[in-house]
C-alpha cells in the first residue's frame, strides 16, 4: 500500500523539480542575454528616463542649488547666447557652519561664477529667502515669474534630476501659464549616457532614483 501511494508523491516531485530546473535554465539563459546586452538596454534606460525640453527664448535662466560648479556656466552660456535676459538663484540657507554670515557660501559662490563668465550683476537676480530643497527653489521661481508676468523659465541641470524637476515644475505651475522647460547640463568627468561606467554616475542616478520615489509619496 505504501509502494502504491508514493508512486504519484514521487511523480509529482519529479514534474515539479522538472519545472524548477526549465524554469532556473531559463533564468540563466535571460541573465546571461542580459548581461551581454546590459550596455544597450542600460542606455536606454537613461534615455527614456531623462527629460531634455528644447531651448526657447525665454524670460529668465536659473541656477539651483546643489551643482553651481557646472549649473552656473551653463546658465551664463545661456544669457551670452541672448536666450534669457535675467539669471536667477535662490538664497539658499545658511549651514550651521556660517552662523555669522548674511549671505551663503553657494549663493556667492554662484554670483562671483555668472559674473566671471560675463553676467552683469543689473541681470543677477536671487530668489526666495533661505530655501532648503528643490521644492523651495521652484515655488520661489513661480512667485518671481507670478510677480513679474513671466511665461517660460529655462532650468539647466543634471541629467539624473531632469525627471523629478519637470514634475515638480508643472505640479507647482498647476493652473498657471508659466512653462519650467528642464535643460541637460553634462555632469563634470564622464559621460552621462554612460552613467553605469563610473562610480559617480551610478551613485547620482541610485540617489535620485531614491529621492524621485520619496517625492511620489510626498
Not at 514534474?15 to 526549465?22: I, N
Not at 520661489?140 to 541629467?159: C, F, K, M, S
Amino acid at each position: 500500500m505504501n509502494s502504491r501511494n508514493s508512486t504519484p508523491a514521487r511523480q509529482r516531485l519529479s514534474h515539479w523539480f522538472k519545472w524548477f530546473a526549465l524554469s532556473a535554465f531559463v533564468a540563466v539563459l535571460l541573465a546571461g542575454v542580459a548581461w551581454k546586452t546590459r550596455e544597450r538596454w542600460l542606455s536606454a534606460m537613461i534615455l527614456v528616463w531623462v527629460v531634455n525640453d528644447p531651448v526657447e527664448q525665454a524670460d529668465a535662466v536659473v541656477v539651483l542649488g546643489g551643482g553651481s560648479q557646472y549649473r552656473s556656466f551653463a546658465a551664463a552660456r545661456l544669457y551670452a547666447d541672448k536666450r534669457v535676459p535675467k539669471v536667477l538663484f535662490p538664497d539658499i540657507a545658511l549651514s550651521p557652519e556660517e552662523a555669522g554670515r548674511t549671505i551663503s557660501h553657494e549663493t556667492e559662490l554662484i554670483a562671483r561664477v555668472l559674473v566671471h563668465e560675463g553676467v552683469p550683476e543689473t541681470a543677477q537676480e536671487t530668489i526666495g529667502r533661505g530655501v532648503t530643497s528643490t521644492r523651495d527653489e521652484i515655488h520661489a521661481v513661480r512667485e518671481w515669474a507670478q510677480r513679474n508676468g513671466a511665461h517660460t523659465i529655462l532650468v539647466p541641470t543634471d541629467p539624473y534630476h531632469t525627471r523629478r524637476l519637470s514634475r515638480l515644475g508643472r505640479k507647482v505651475f498647476k493652473g498657471t501659464d508659466i512653462r519650467l522647460l528642464v535643460i541637460v547640463v553634462d555632469p563634470p568627468g564622464y559621460r552621462w549616457q554612460e552613467w553605469w561606467r563610473h562610480d559617480r554616475g551610478v551613485l547620482a542616478f541610485q540617489n535620485e532614483l531614491i529621492k524621485s520615489a520619496l517625492y511620489v509619496f510626498r
